[in-house]
């Protein structure tokens, strides 16, 4: 998706009014179509225990059965219920997106900041955002989870890493281009302290930015936790992903196609919607989009 630097159009009042708001809504399906999906799939990922079932119970009489009344997916190779692992498989990946891309958010945001407000840092933070996105996502997993182990938590890690350089040169970008606007320049001249610039000022016109850079990073991190996972490095075999359900269940697509079908078609919708919103917050902030 094409980013872009932001300007958001304020009420008087200092907050964007609801009638306002709701009409860009209407002028922007996407945000609807992706949102709604986006919150479709996290209610049933956190309503899951109540009416998913065991994702981790095993039936050796039950092996690779077509979907029925009791299991609506059917049953992998081991006996379990793919509907059930499907829907906790959910909550695995929207934990390791929603997080990654909080927390590439977060350090982006100050780094971005910093680098674009300060030349005395910022020469040195561009240069160790240069050295972090050679570092290649799968590898970098590979060498943390063979230190530490298998874990979400670890993969989290792994994946914010590569992920803060791209926010933080959007951050910094929209950083410089909004120092040297007039108003900044008259709140400098008035004795405003750089802590009440940088909060009033500078800090929202980044949040447009933030929040589309952030919806690529959590579709990107969703996508690279299922492929880790397929491959064996991600989360650990026993907790139900997307990922290691499509890789156990690859010997047996003949015999049993929803084994894949099932998570296959979630991992892509949870893509799609995550990409549909951040398409639509793009078309919604960019002042080009609103004028057309």
Not at 188 to 200: F, V
Request: glycine share 10%.
């Amino acid at each position: 998706m094409a980013l872009f630097s932001p300007t958001v159009e304020w009420a008087p009042s200092g907050r964007p009014r609801l009638s306002v708001f709701l009409g860009s809504l209407r002028r922007h399906p996407l945000v609807v179509t992706g949102g709604g999906l986006l919150a479709l799939l996290i209610i049933m990922a956190l309503a899951a225990p109540l009416y998913a079932g065991d994702p981790g119970n095993m039936d050796p009489f039950k092996r690779l059965q077509p979907p029925s009344a009791e299991m609506r997916f059917g049953s992998d190779n081991l006996g379990r219920d793919v509907f059930a692992r499907t829907i906790f498989g959910a909550q695995i990946s929207l934990i390791v997106g929603l997080t990654s891309a909080a927390a590439a958010a977060m350090a982006g945001l100050l780094l971005g900041i910093i680098a674009g407000y300060n030349r005395a840092f910022d020469s040195i933070v561009m240069r160790v955002m240069d050295g972090l996105m050679s570092i290649p996502t799968i590898l970098l997993a590979i060498a943390l989870i063979s230190l530490t182990g298998p874990g979400i938590g670890i993969l989290i890690v792994a994946i914010t890493i590569p992920e803060t350089p791209a926010v933080t040169r959007m951050v910094r970008s929209v950083v410089l281009s909004v120092r040297e606007r007039p108003y900044v320049e008259a709140a400098l001249c008035g004795g405003a302290r750089l802590p009440k610039i940088l909060w009033r000022h500078i800090l929202p016109s980044t949040i447009p930015t933030l929040m589309v850079q952030s919806a690529t990073v959590c579709a990107s991190a969703i996508l690279t936790e299922a492929g880790l996972s397929f491959l064996g490095v991600g989360v650990p075999p026993e907790i139900p992903s997307w990922g290691n359900m499509i890789s156990s269940s690859r010997l047996y697509l003949s015999a049993a196609p929803m084994t894949i079908f099932a998570p296959g078609v979630c991992l892509g919708l949870t893509v799609l919607a995550v990409n549909l919103l951040g398409d639509g917050l793009r078309d919604m902030f960019d002042p080009r989009s609103r004028r057309r």
